[in-house]
């Protein structure tokens, strides 16, 4: 079976990130990295330089966000129920892009993730991964690719189950890589400086 779309990038940002600030005042998403950019933006950049089709996942009460992505011609995708769960968000858009034959799934607040990484795992899946995880120094970190063979177990996930639960069973193609960045998300005010020891 053929599909119209080799392989879509997943852009999860529908989460609200109460780590970074208690209140709720300061959208993590938002903040600014030392390049100028969002932690958001860039994420969403790395993403797209190797996955032209893509699809960035927001919640619905988060103006500035999907404002953000739409002036730099990012498609966005509104998930009502993002509130309930990352499996929300994921199994939103895995319903939006079915036709497509692997999806590389992304974080939005991991911004240093770099791009020929996620070219590793495009090769990985294209090269018959079912699925495909990047290592650092022996630790598995993100983005992670799928082919559809796990498609109807990822819809079936549901609240805080992400993708990971899949991972905890399944048959991984594991993919070294020399990125500190597929460890390092932004959950505090200090992860927005990538630490030099880990370039």
Request: with cysteine.
């Amino acid at each position: 079976m053929s599909f119209s779309v080799p392989c879509t990038g997943i852009l999860l940002a529908a989460g609200r990130g109460r780590r970074y600030d208690l209140s709720g005042a300061s959208d993590k998403l938002m903040q600014l990295l030392p390049d100028g950019h969002t932690v958001a933006l860039s994420s969403a950049l790395n993403l797209r330089a190797v996955l032209p089709d893509m699809v960035v996942v927001v919640r619905p009460d988060n103006p500035d966000l999907v404002r953000e992505m739409e002036q730099h011609g990012f498609r966005t995708l509104i998930c009502e129920a993002a509130d309930t769960g990352m499996a929300a968000s994921l199994t939103c858009a895995l319903r939006d892009t079915m036709d497509s034959a692997g999806w590389i799934i992304a974080l939005g607040d991991m911004p240093f993730v770099r791009p020929v990484t996620i070219a590793a795992l495009h090769h990985s899946l294209l090269n018959g991964a079912d699925i495909a995880a990047p290592v650092f120094q022996g630790r598995r970190g993100n983005p992670v690719g799928f082919s559809r063979t796990h498609l109807p177990e990822l819809l079936q996930l549901s609240g805080d189950q992400g993708a990971r639960h899949v991972l905890s069973h399944a048959n991984v193609t594991t993919v070294n890589v020399d990125d500190a960045g597929i460890l390092h998300d932004v959950d505090v005010p200090a992860d927005l400086i990538f630490p030099s020891a880990a370039c």
